[in-house]
């Protein structure tokens, strides 16, 4: 059943352009300075392409749930997947939806000084200045009450959720969200994954912290279960008022 993604427009980020871009399975909503529809769509193309040919070749790729070896001669965002996978101990498709959001976002920066790509709930963003980001955490009664403050030194950031109660996406755990902060949105992907596979209950947030401190490139982690949350690192959460449509 599809779930409509009311939460993208909770970015505080009108002075951008709105647009998506969907090619199969990937759904990108994007903001710029000007309309990169046509760039992105291509863009999409072209790294679901090298991921596909790589996945046919090695099937392994997209079903292990474990970090695996890669061929020496791997596209590279096949390899970033690999080390963001080998880092947070989680099979290399747990990274997808960060790689696709960031490989896409930082060839757009090319034409654009700032860029938001969000990949079902997987977000690049480089910004110019101050951005609010509402956290999204299903039937929590945080959901929509909280967001982080990102600041433009703090970009290009990756700023990756996973969820036991919301979406699709396979975790093994149980938190309402786990929202990892890197600098590679590829391992902030992979790092929730892991992090969220912990969390069954909100005695298991510190070993979820615990978990995210060790992983190389993790600058920050918010976890939500319910009412509990917990926090690590260089994270700023601030109160969200996002009104009746998410964003003004």
Not at 62 to 76: C, F, G, K, W, Y
Not at 79 to 108: C, D, H, Q
Not at 113 to 122: A, C, K, L, R, T
Request: net charge positive.
């Amino acid at each position: 059943m599809y779930e409509p993604r009311t939460y993208r427009h909770w970015i505080k980020g009108g002075d951008l352009i709105s647009f998506n871009v969907v090619v199969k399975e990937t759904d990108l909503y994007i903001r710029a300075s000007t309309n990169l529809k046509r760039k992105a769509l291509k863009l999409v193309v072209k790294y679901r392409a090298m991921l596909e040919s790589y996945i046919r070749r090695y099937p392994s790729f997209l079903t292990s749930r474990q970090p695996l070896p890669i061929d020496e001669n791997a596209p590279h965002i096949v390899k970033t997947m690999s080390e963001a996978a080998s880092r947070a101990g989680v099979g290399p498709m747990a990274s997808v939806a960060g790689a696709i959001a960031e490989f896409v976002g930082t060839e757009l920066l090319d034409f654009s000084p700032e860029i938001i790509v969000e990949n079902g709930g997987d977000i690049y963003l480089k910004s110019l200045g101050k951005r609010l980001v509402g956290i999204y955490a299903g039937q929590s009664p945080l959901t929509g009450k909280i967001g982080l403050e990102i600041t433009e030194a703090d970009t290009p950031l990756g700023i990756c959720t996973s969820s036991g109660t919301v979406g699709h996406s396979l975790s093994y755990g149980k938190a309402d969200a786990v929202i990892v902060l890197s600098k590679s949105a590829t391992l902030a992907d992979a790092a929730a994954t892991a992090i969220g596979n912990l969390i069954k209950q909100p005695a298991d947030i510190p070993s979820g912290i615990e978990l995210a401190k060790g992983i190389e490139g993790v600058l920050g982690v918010v976890i939500i279960k319910g009412d509990n949350t917990g926090l690590w690192g260089k994270v700023k959460i601030c109160p969200m008022s996002l009104g009746k449509r998410g964003q003004k």
